[in-house]
Nanobody, 124 residues
Framework: QVQVVESGGGLVQAGGSLRLSCTAS????????MGWFRQASGKEREGVAF????????YYLDSVKGRFTVSRDNAKSTLYLQMNSLKLEDTAMYYC?????????????????WGQGTQVTVSS
């Protein structure tokens, strides 16, 4: 059973930075593509970033390009999301999950192992 635990969220002022972490178990982490998602209150879950198993392929939501960076440490079975220049609209619960076969990277239907998430709140 795939399990993930997200951490690193918090309250930050606009323009600030946070680094999210996600530790995974129950899967061969080093062989799995991974993704970060977020869900703001009253909105659908959206794909924020994707990284393939080698770390050589990355995709981002247009609104976070140039501000967020996804990375991974396969030796530690850990996924990261460095978030800089945070904006009010980045406020959401952030989740990581493991990609299954098929589908587009940003479709949550093609991911498994959803954790409890970590809350990111950006204040003005």
């Amino acid at each position: 059973q795939v399990q993930v635990v997200e951490s690193g969220g918090g309250l930050v002022q606009a323009g600030g930075s946070l680094r999210l972490s996600c530790t995974a178990s129950g899967l061969n982490f080093g062989a799995n593509d991974m993704g970060w998602f977020r869900q703001a209150s009253g909105k659908e879950r959206e794909g924020v970033a994707f990284i393939n198993w080698t770390g050589g392929t990355k995709y981002y939501l247009d609104s976070v390009k140039g501000r967020f960076t996804v990375s991974r440490d396969n030796a530690k079975s850990t996924l990261y999301l460095q978030m800089n220049s945070l904006k009010l609209e980045d406020t959401a619960m952030y989740y990581c999950a493991a990609k299954t076969y098929g589908g587009v990277w940003s479709d949550p239907a093609y991911y498994i192992g959803w954790g409890q998430g970590t809350q990111v709140t950006v204040s003005s």
